[in-house]
Antibody, heavy 114, light 109 residues
Framework: EVQLVESGGGLVQPGGSLRLSCAAS????????MHWVRQAPGKGLVWVSR????????SYADSVKGRFTISRDNAKNTLYLQMNSLRAEDTAVYYC???????WGQGTLVTVSS | QSALTQPPSASGSPGQSVTISCTGT?????????VSWYQQHPGKAPKLMIY???KRPSGVPDRFSGSKSGNTASLTVSGLQAEDEADYYC?????????FGTGTKVTVL
């Protein structure tokens, strides 16, 4: 059974940093592109970032470019999102997802507030 | 990186069909056959319903179908059932990025 479990969310002050993790199991993690997608409270899905299977290529939404960094450790079957210079508008549930995306985790809530 | 355009809402009675449109550009929907559709119930993670424009993952009822013409993709739900009431989002590969639609709330009357 495919499982994606996000962690690392929480309350952070504006300008602060947070690192999200996504532990994958039940599939060959190293063969799949991975994504981060976020959803602000009561709003729609927004694509944030993606990374290819071996980590050599990354892409970002304009809204997070230069502030967020996606990475992966295929030996640990884990995806990461380093978030710096956080803003109130980054407040959202952050989902990791594999492939198209096809499989999704349950999400972790990031709240940016003073 | 503009969001794909979907109607905010759609509705139908049980047994009827509803079609949701997803309009993009030649840089996303029109340029690739990598359009996906997701169903999201309140408080839940999205679920893949259609991928590569018209393919259904294992376990998704054949009441769900997808198509594309030019820069617009469509999701049709036939034989509406109460459990189909949810938010639906399209998504497209766009080369240097991915993009989601604005979302459509489907109501079963």
């Amino acid at each position: 059974e495919v499982q994606l479990v996000e962690s690392g969310g929480g309350l952070v002050q504006p300008g602060g940093s947070l690192r999200l993790s996504c532990a994958a199991s039940g599939f060959t993690f190293s063969s799949y592109w991975m994504h981060w997608v976020r959803q602000a409270p009561g709003k729609g899905l927004v694509w944030v970032s993606r990374i290819n299977s071996d980590g050599s290529s990354t892409s970002y939404a304009d809204s997070v470019k230069g502030r967020f960094t996606i990475s992966r450790d295929n030996a640990k079957n884990t995806l990461y999102l380093q978030m710096n210079s956080l803003r109130a508008e980054d407040t959202a549930v952050y989902y990791c997802a594999s492939g198209y995306p096809d499989y999704w985790g349950q999400g972790t809530l990031v709240t940016v507030s003073s | 990186q503009s969001a794909l355009t979907q109607p905010p809402s759609a509705s139908g009675s049980p047994g009827q069909s509803v079609t949701i449109s997803c309009t993009g550009t030649s840089s996303d929907v029109g340029g690739y056959n990598y359009v996906s559709w997701y169903q999201q119930h309140p408080g839940k993670a999205p679920k893949l319903m259609i991928y590569e424009v018209s393919k259904r993952p294992s376990g998704v009822p054949d009441r769900f179908s997808g198509s594309k013409s030019g820069n617009t993709a469509s999701l049709t739900v036939s034989g509406l059932q109460a459990e189909d009431e949810a938010d639906y989002y399209c998504s497209s590969y766009a080369g240097s990025n991915n993009v989601f639609g604005t979302g459509t709330k489907v109501t079963v009357l």
